[in-house]
């Protein structure tokens, strides 16, 4: 559940970051329609509180030679907690998977995998994923074409 703290011009906030994250204060001031100071102190409550969690740059992923994105579902031996958990730590810190998710269904994890080529993408899964503590079953799906990818997140639900 949404935290119900945030007003307006915190929503108009949040929004604007989402859409360009480099942003200048003062631009942002602008936008929202607060001058600087207040502005800027709102965006600082708003980082410390969680509610924007960082800013990056979204690159190319063909432009910089990751061109295969494999969707990996994983299904794992027990789910006793310390367990799963030696296999989520390694998990994640594959570089090669951009997203790791706990899920309900057929597997027990989801993970997002990005690599140059179906070669690069045998060797992760034959020699890390194949590997990692208590994975019973993969199945890879791969990825032909990306129509929606990193957009930004729907805040209509935080609206009074």
């Given amino acids: 559940?949404?935290?119900q703290d945030l007003d307006t011009i915190d929503r108009r906030i949040?929004?604007?970051l989402q859409g360009d994250g480099r942003l200048s204060n003062v631009e942002l001031a602008d936008r929202v329609g607060l001058s600087p100071s207040p502005c800027l102190r709102r965006v600082n409550r708003l980082e410390r509180e969680g509610y924007v969690?960082?800013?990056r740059a979204m690159l190319g992923r063909r432009q910089i030679g990751l061109g295969l994105t494999v969707f990996v579902g994983v299904k794992i031996e027990g789910h006793a907690d310390d367990r799963a958990t030696a296999f989520e730590e390694e998990a994640?810190?594959?570089p090669e998977v951009v997203a790791c998710h706990m899920v309900a269904g057929d597997a027990d994890y989801l993970l997002e995998v990005t690599v140059p080529d179906l070669d690069a993408y045998q060797r992760f899964l034959v020699g890390k994923l194949l590997n990692l503590p208590l994975?019973?079953?993969v199945k890879s799906t791969i990825a032909?074409?990306?129509?929606?990818a990193g957009a930004v997140l729907p805040l209509a639900h935080l609206a009074p």
Wanted: charged share 20%; proline share 5%; with cysteine.
């Fill in 1 to 3: 559940m949404p935290n």
């Fill in 14 to 16: 949040l929004a604007a």
């Fill in 53 to 55: 969690e960082g800013y």
């Fill in 92 to 94: 994640v810190a594959c």
């Fill in 135 to 137: 994975v019973r079953e």
């Fill in 144 to 148: 032909i074409q990306t129509l929606k």
